[in-house]
């Protein structure tokens, strides 16, 4: 019996030995980054939304099961995207879409929905199909995702296609469409006294406070054309020259708070937003900028005090 529980306490040591050194190597290999263009694979694995994972590929553009080629023309595509988005590692982004019929946007008729959408990393083994957001408006969409954190300062870019489907008119409807693209370029943090600049398209870039303050003040000027911009703090919106958004929601190009301020900084916009470094010291800046005008130049300064 004595020899028994010998036995038994030797192994829960091995055990617990090799089970943290098998914890030390995945932390130290996450601490170094994942290098987005050298492990595209990991990448697409650590993505994070509501979805499930698929070892196949993207479904290729499909109407009523039939696989449409090239040369047949499309019933519905994928427009109004982003091409490109610069933000920071481990945080939430939005891909902004339409349904365009012949280069028109257009809401579905009664009975046909969005159903799924499929997403990946280009280049990378596998696919997630995940569900749809749709805006009140009902003409836009996105698709919303975690990018996880210890992503390297890289680029690389998503690649995602809809499955609409249901009843019209006492006939039945599936199609996938195309897939579009959109690159995605992971920047570093900046530090509260620094100044962003960006221009058309989305920017969503993480601020790194002061734990030693409280406050940061930020001051947001627009140039050629009207932009809007929304702050996150604590997983929560809590300031937009907009409508505040609620959790889970994000900014369309129907959506107002796109404003014009002096370029001449005149008239910045500004506020100040409190914060505690026992919650979180780091904001999340949200800018769309021009939303159709790309000649728009914003700037975004914050202050610790």
Known sequence: MVARIQVLFLIAILLFFFGCRKDEEFSSKLIKGIDPVSNKDGLNMLLQMNG???ESE???RKYNGVV???AQPSLLDITGTQKAIDLAEGVSIFLPFQISQNGLPIVLPPGLKICNGYLKVKGAKGHWKVPVNTEP???EYNLSLLIPRFISSNNFSLVYSIEICGSF???TYNYITDTTSTKLDILPSINCGDTLEGRYGLTIRKCI???GKNIVRIKFITGNAPDRIDIKYNENFVFSSGTLLLPGRFPSCKSDGFIFTLPDQSNPLKTNINYSATISNEIIIYVYGGCGD?????SFTSDCF
Request: net charge positive; charged share 30%; proline share 9%.
């Open 209 to 211: 406070l002061d734990p």
């Open 58 to 60: 993207i479904p290729r």
């Open 169 to 171: 008119q006492g006939k």
């Open 294 to 298: 790309e000649k728009t130049r914003w």
């Open 68 to 70: 449409l080629d090239s």
């Open 137 to 139: 408006n009902g003409l």
């Open 52 to 54: 499930h994972f698929y």
